[in-house]
């Protein structure tokens, strides 16, 4: 189960409806090995596409740089689906290479609704996995 403050949540859901009609991208970072999530790195969509993310290399490298030097690790990647619904792509699947990591979608294609989702992705399985919203 996912377990992620209301802040983060929000700040999430505002980084996808700002990017839309591009996918947006980013990770919350927590502190090594307790699975809690406590820092949103917004990160550039380096496609640039409104059916495809990838995180720009150099800046990624700098994020996973950071994360170690704060002893912490990749908690939640995210990223947003913005005409369909919020599910893992076979690409997402095939990129999801964080085996500890929550991988979040947020669907923008309703721009009243919010669709949010979790899903815990090993080896090309994908499980989703209830998310609780924390005040």
């Known amino acids: 189960m996912l377990t ?3 802040d983060l949540y929000d700040k999430i859901v505002a980084h996808a409806r700002a990017d839309h009609p591009d ?14 999530p406590e820092r949103f790195i917004p990160m ?11 995180f720009d290399s150099t800046e990624q490298f700098g994020v996973w ?4 030097e704060r002893d912490e690790e990749p908690v939640v990647i995210y ?4 005409a369909t619904e919020a599910y893992p792509s076979r690409t ?3 990129y999801a290479n964080e085996p500890g990591a929550h991988y979040v979608l947020v669907s923008t ?12 992705i090993h080896d090309g399985e994908v499980s989703e996995e209830p998310v609780t919203v924390v005040e």
């Open 44 to 54: 550039t969509n380096a496609a640039r596409s409104p059916t495809f993310y990838e």
């Open 23 to 36: 996918e947006a991208c980013g990770v919350l970072a927590g502190p090594a090995g307790r699975d809690r």
């Open 65 to 68: 740089k950071e994360m170690d």
């Open 109 to 120: 294609r309703d721009e009243h609704e919010t669709e949010f989702r979790s899903y815990r």
């Open 79 to 82: 990223h947003s689906h913005t």
């Open 92 to 94: 997402d699947i095939s």
């Open 4 to 6: 992620i403050p209301r």
